[in-house]
């Protein structure tokens, strides 16, 4: 059966939507990776849109209007130069669209075998994390308040 988002995307935004995937993360024969338009990633990009189905949608149709309506027909420089643009603007269209990607790149167990990292579930074994610099949270402990505090009357 069909999760909801495969049903949501048109062939067309399917085909766009792999095309940014093969963009964004291609596949590399010198780590002997996949890329993310690489059939299982794909499937799992477009199973797992979900509450990222709407901005998705809106950042391929964006790169469909801006490419004149022909992202498909664009060629490969072209292609990611437009990519490029949308992907690093910051709204919420081109952060669900590189989120959508990524979430399922960096989960496939080829992905991980080739980062050294052995492909299971976190717990119960649960994964080492390195401590970092925690003066870099300093910025935001030092923040004004940035919610409503709906105690004070």
């Not at 002997?32 to 901005?55: C, E, H, K, Q, W």
């Not at 910051?90 to 669900?96: K, L, Q, V």
Request: glycine letters at 6%; charged letters at 25%; aromatic letters at 6%.
């Amino acid at each position: 059966m069909q999760s909801e988002a495969a049903t949501a995307l048109s062939s067309a935004e399917c085909r766009d939507l792999r095309r940014v995937a093969a963009i964004m993360i291609p596949a590399s024969e010198e780590f002997v990776v996949p890329g993310a338009d690489d059939p299982a990633i794909f499937a799992d990009i477009v199973a797992s849109l979900g509450r990222d189905l709407n901005d998705v949608r809106a950042a391929l149709a964006e790169l469909d209007a801006v490419a004149g309506g022909a992202f498909a027909a664009l060629n490969p420089d072209a292609a990611e130069r437009l990519v490029t643009h949308v992907c690093t603007r910051g709204d919420a269209a081109a952060a669900a669209l590189s989120r959508a990607v990524l979430q399922c790149y960096y989960r496939d167990d080829r992905v991980l075998r080739s980062l050294g990292h052995e492909p299971r579930a976190p717990f119960p074994k649960g994964h080492t994390l390195e401590q970092g610099d925690w003066s870099l949270l300093d910025a935001v402990r030092h923040r004004p308040q940035l919610w409503r505090d709906d105690r004070t009357g």
